[in-house]
């Protein structure tokens, strides 16, 4: 199969495009044939290093939409189910491994390319504004890195959650990938 690799901590330029077995699922695991992942801002931090240690080579890639292709025995999932999931070995590649508490279906009318862009992002918003801060259209909320990935779509949920005083802040990254104010 198909994957997107690196073999050390840099820019885009150490990620190789390249033919890797496919890998092989375990009890409680998932085989997903891939159609849509997304690049998240962790990814980039991942590559270049920032964002703990790597084991070499490394896969990329936080989440993933696409088609089940094999499942353990007793799974509740079957071959064939349309989902989004979150591997625990990257997403760069054609077929990915998951662990069953981190899948889930996605219903027909949602097209593989709408639903990879939700996961990640969307949901880490959607815990912070309704289930950790339970803002309420009164409150006056701050989110900080608002123009990244989950401070967009805080700003998003807010303003459809109600609220009517919402403040955003953003800075530069320096060279070591941390903001700068």
């Known amino acids: 199969m198909k994957a997107v690799i690196q073999n050390e ?8 495009y390249t033919e890797i077995e496919i890998p092989k699922i375990h009890e409680k695991e998932v085989l997903i044939k891939t159609e849509y992942t997304s690049v998240n801002y962790a990814d980039i931090k991942k590559r270049m290093g920032n964002k703990g240690e790597g084991k070499f080579p490394l896969t990329l890639g ?10 353990a025995e007793g799974s509740p999932f079957s071959v064939g189910d349309r989902v989004i999931a979150f591997p625990e070995d ?9 662990n069953e508490q981190l899948v889930f279906r996605i219903p027909d ?17 959607y815990i912070l504004i309704h289930e950790i801060g339970q803002v309420r259209t009164t409150d006056t909320i701050v989110i900080h890195s608002a123009a990244g990935g989950v401070g967009s779509m805080l700003v998003q949920l807010a303003k459809q959650a109600g609220v009517k005083r919402i403040i955003g802040t953003v800075g530069n990254l320096n060279k070591e990938g941390y903001v700068k104010i």
């Open 109 to 125: 009318s949602l097209s593989f390319k709408q639903a990879a862009t939700a996961p990640t992002v969307s949901i880490l918003a």
């Open 9 to 16: 901590f840099g820019d885009a330029n150490v990620l190789f």
């Open 62 to 71: 936080l989440d993933v939409a696409g088609t089940i292709e094999e499942v």
């Open 90 to 98: 990257g997403s760069y590649a054609e077929y990915v491994v998951a």
